[in-house]
């Protein structure tokens, strides 16, 4: 008896002090890696080359800052407002596609996703003629 029992007591702790492994979780940039719901928490602009970039997303009122932008595995993202309401509603939605680093939003808007991980990435657009560019910083929520 003393020995079935030292023998289930030494099975217990031997399962008990083996620990599964949760895997890491993966951030690809693929269609799958961008869903999920965002919040901008920056807009940097820069006029041209010889301009200094600054941060409109400043000037926003609180009912902008807080919206939340919905990227759907169906294609289709979706604004809507957070805590603080807009009159009129900023709510809307539209479409999405993403090829590579190309993000394209309903159909002509192109911009291209940097610095993609589990917490955000950034969306770029910018024009090679002016100079002009966009930097707007997206954190998942």
């Known amino acids: 008896m003393k020995k079935l029992f030292s023998l289930a007591a030494l099975s217990i702790v031997m399962f008990s002090s ?12 693929d269609n799958n890696g961008i869903l999920g719901d965002y ?4 807009i940097l602009y820069k006029a041209d080359a010889a301009t200094p970039e600054m941060d409109v997303f400043t000037t926003y009122s609180a009912c902008e800052k807080d919206d ?40 002509s ?11 955000g990435f950034v969306i770029n657009q910018s024009n090679v003629t002016t100079g002009e560019s966009t930097k707007v910083t997206m954190v998942k929520q």
């Not at 919040?39 to 920056?42: A, E, L």
């Not at 603080?84 to 993403?98: E, I, R, Y």
Request: glycine share 8%.
């Open 68 to 107: 939340i932008y919905t990227f759907s595995p169906n294609g289709i993202y979706v604004v809507t407002e957070g805590v603080t309401s807009c009159t009129p509603t900023n709510a809307t939605s539209g479409t999405w596609s993403l090829s590579g680093t190309t993000l394209t939003l309903d159909g």
């Open 39 to 42: 919040k901008i928490t920056s």
């Open 18 to 29: 083996c620990k599964k492994d949760t895997p890491a979780a993966t951030c690809n940039l």
């Open 109 to 119: 808007d192109v911009s291209t996703v940097t610095n993609f991980s589990c917490g």
